[in-house]
């Protein structure tokens, strides 16, 4: 028969014990003298964060449970609070061989359903930003499951834009009293309402009695019987976007900020979203409308250029055809063919060099920036090329970036010289052409070409390009690319 764990006469066996307190919806948890978790039970867990066999973060609970060791007490009373977890009190209490036992008290199994259902909330809003939706449809979800989830009367995503706080989403419960409809503004100046609070501070923010609150958004409230409210900011690529507020006619928990946190977050996360999608559209306009435009300059540039040479020299040799009876007039004929085939061959020859040039790719960047310089109208110094090839695409883009560097320079900024310098790092390539011109440059400016095509170039391959052009100071143009 196989071996059973011991256990006291008439008492559990020690598997039995931990089974049944794995089962119990009591948040139990214990603790050894180094802080580690000997035991949590799932409840523990989702309340306090501890799992068995780590060691517990350092902070308020840790910080109680040094207490204890330290003290001669055998039991203490605790109440826990944190910034990203509700407030809990429990008991802690010594047992034998060195080890810290807690259990939460009864609030904890609130706290724990509140836990979830606020997760199920986050969950459902994530869920619907992974799928892309239009941010207005964001906005809605986000202010109606922060709504439901605090059990308020109303919810609003808002937004920052002229001065004025927009509402861009609102939910209200059956009890609906009204205001703050979408398209709703107020204005941020002379109030010291929670728009113009956030707007300020960036911070969360509360208010718990709107009776003497200054300016248009509290008369709003006031009207429309809201006696408390309760804001977290939305940081959007680095600026306060707007807010989401939840307003109530009682009071507030004291973890609504907190709580409302994630929802902001996540409005945060649509709206970047968007701007990145938005961004990948713009620049595959602008690659189209680029390749349409270098079509037609190609057929423009073949038709007037090297096709009429070469339709003119057809016709000059069937002219010599006809005079080579008169040597002197054929030769004169003959010359001036030939004249037109050189010069038909030198367009051609710019056309592909526009195109692709021969020697990058027979030869690598170094020959090919060489004979750039070689070609330049303006003095070209050129350091630290990476003497082995790299990729094909990442030589390309920083030929083209420098040849368009040089075009700039030449035809924009009066310049007298430009100054290539690269750096290959372990996983990148690091480009600065620097120009003593007067400065100026846009690379927002064109569509499709110049440093704006440049850039979605540059950035198709997950590299970046910035442009630095004070007036008077020159441009330099900076180009990071990897390698990898």
Not at 191 to 196: D, N
Not at 306 to 322: C, I
């Given at each position: 028969?196989?071996?059973?764990?011991?256990r006291?006469?008439?008492?559990?066996?020690?598997?039995?014990?931990?089974?049944?307190?794995?089962?119990?919806?009591?948040?139990?948890?214990?603790?050894?003298?180094?802080?580690?978790?000997?035991?949590?039970?799932?409840?523990?867990?989702?309340?306090?964060?501890?799992?068995?066999?780590?060691?517990?973060?350092?902070?308020a609970?840790?910080?109680?449970?040094?207490?204890l060791?330290?003290?001669?007490?055998?039991?203490?009373?605790?109440?826990i609070?944190?910034?990203?977890r509700?407030?809990?009190?429990?008991?802690?209490?010594?047992?034998?061989?060195?080890?810290?036992?807690?259990?939460?008290?009864?609030?904890?199994?609130?706290?724990?359903?509140?836990?979830?259902?606020?997760q199920?909330?986050?969950r459902?809003?994530?869920?619907?930003?992974?799928?892309?939706?239009?941010?207005?449809?964001?906005?809605?979800?986000?202010?109606?499951e922060a709504?439901?989830?605090?059990h308020?009367?109303?919810a609003?995503?808002?937004?920052?834009d002229?001065?004025?706080?927009?509402?861009?989403?609102?939910?209200?419960?059956?009890?609906?009293?009204?205001g703050?409809?979408?398209?709703?503004?107020?204005?941020?100046?002379?109030?010291?309402?929670?728009?113009?609070?956030?707007?300020?501070?960036?911070?969360?923010?509360?208010?718990?009695?709107?009776?003497?609150?200054?300016?248009?958004?509290?008369e709003?409230?006031?009207?429309?019987?809201?006696?408390?409210?309760?804001?977290?900011?939305?940081?959007?690529?680095?600026?306060?976007?707007?807010?989401?507020?939840?307003?109530?006619?009682?009071?507030?928990?004291?973890?609504?900020?907190?709580?409302?946190?994630?929802?902001?977050?996540?409005?945060?996360?649509?709206?970047?979203?968007?701007?990145?999608?938005?961004?990948v559209?713009?620049?595959?306009?602008?690659?189209l409308?680029?390749?349409v435009?270098?079509?037609?300059?190609?057929?423009?540039?073949?038709?007037?250029?090297?096709?009429?040479?070469?339709?003119?020299?057809?016709?000059?040799?069937?002219?010599?055809?006809?005079?080579?009876?008169?040597?002197?007039?054929?030769?004169?004929?003959?010359?001036?063919?030939?004249?037109?085939?050189?010069?038909?061959?030198?367009?051609?020859?710019?056309?592909?060099?526009?195109?692709?040039?021969?020697?990058?790719?027979?030869?690598?960047?170094?020959?090919?920036?060489?004979?750039?310089?070689?070609?330049?109208?303006?003095?070209?110094?050129?350091?630290?090329?990476p003497?082995?090839?790299?990729?094909?695409?990442?030589?390309?883009?920083?030929?083209?970036?420098?040849?368009?560097?040089?075009?700039?320079?030449?035809?924009?900024?009066?310049a007298?010289?430009?100054r290539?310098?690269?750096?290959?790092?372990?996983?990148?390539?690091?480009?600065?052409?620097?120009?003593?011109?007067?400065?100026?440059?846009?690379?927002?400016?064109?569509n499709?070409?110049?440093?704006r095509?440049?850039?979605?170039?540059?950035?198709?391959?997950?590299?970046?390009?910035?442009?630095?052009?004070?007036?008077?100071?020159?441009?330099?143009?900076?180009?990071?690319l990897?390698?990898?």
């Amino acid at each position: 028969m196989p071996a059973r764990s011991p256990r006291p006469s008439g008492g559990l066996a020690p598997s039995a014990l931990r089974g049944l307190l794995d089962a119990t919806p009591a948040a139990v948890g214990c603790f050894d003298a180094a802080l580690r978790v000997v035991y949590a039970n799932t409840a523990f867990t989702m309340v306090t964060g501890a799992q068995t066999g780590r060691m517990l973060e350092d902070g308020a609970l840790a910080g109680e449970l040094r207490e204890l060791l330290a003290s001669a007490d055998t039991r203490r009373r605790v109440r826990i609070g944190g910034e990203r977890r509700m407030p809990i009190s429990g008991t802690l209490f010594t047992l034998e061989d060195d080890l810290i036992g807690m259990v939460l008290d009864a609030g904890a199994y609130e706290a724990l359903a509140q836990l979830a259902e606020e997760q199920s909330a986050l969950r459902r809003v994530a869920t619907l930003v992974a799928s892309a939706p239009e941010p207005d449809e964001v906005f809605q979800a986000v202010a109606e499951e922060a709504g439901k989830l605090l059990h308020v009367r109303s919810a609003a995503t808002i937004r920052y834009d002229g001065g004025q706080a927009w509402t861009v989403g609102r939910w209200a419960d059956e009890h609906d009293p009204g205001g703050f409809i979408v398209g709703t503004s107020v204005p941020l100046a002379d109030s010291e309402g929670l728009t113009a609070i956030v707007a300020r501070t960036g911070s969360p923010a509360r208010i718990e009695d709107y009776t003497d609150v200054r300016g248009r958004a509290a008369e709003l409230m006031r009207a429309n019987g809201f006696r408390s409210a309760v804001a977290a900011p939305v940081v959007a690529g680095g600026r306060i976007w707007g807010l989401v507020l939840v307003a109530s006619v009682s009071a507030l928990g004291p973890d609504a900020e907190t709580r409302l946190a994630g929802f902001a977050g996540l409005v945060a996360l649509a709206l970047e979203s968007a701007e990145a999608r938005a961004e990948v559209n713009e620049s595959r306009v602008r690659i189209l409308q680029a390749g349409v435009r270098e079509r037609r300059r190609l057929e423009r540039n073949l038709h007037d250029g090297a096709q009429q040479r070469l339709v003119a020299l057809a016709v000059q040799l069937r002219m010599l055809e006809k005079k080579l009876a008169e040597p002197e007039r054929a030769g004169t004929i003959l010359r001036g063919a030939a004249h037109e085939l050189e010069q038909a061959l030198a367009e051609l020859r710019e056309l592909a060099r526009g195109l692709h040039p021969a020697v990058l790719s027979d030869r690598g960047l170094a020959p090919a920036l060489e004979t750039l310089a070689s070609r330049s109208p303006l003095p070209l110094s050129v350091e630290g090329v990476p003497e082995q090839r790299l990729a094909e695409p990442v030589e390309a883009a920083v030929y083209f970036v420098v040849a368009e560097s040089l075009t700039n320079a030449v035809k924009h900024a009066e310049a007298s010289e430009l100054r290539v310098r690269m750096r290959a790092e372990a996983s990148e390539l690091r480009v600065e052409i620097a120009d003593d011109g007067r400065g100026g440059a846009d690379v927002g400016a064109g569509n499709g070409s110049g440093l704006r095509g440049l850039a979605d170039r540059v950035e198709a391959l997950g590299g970046q390009l910035a442009v630095e052009s004070t007036p008077g100071a020159g441009t330099t143009v900076r180009a990071v690319l990897p390698l990898q």
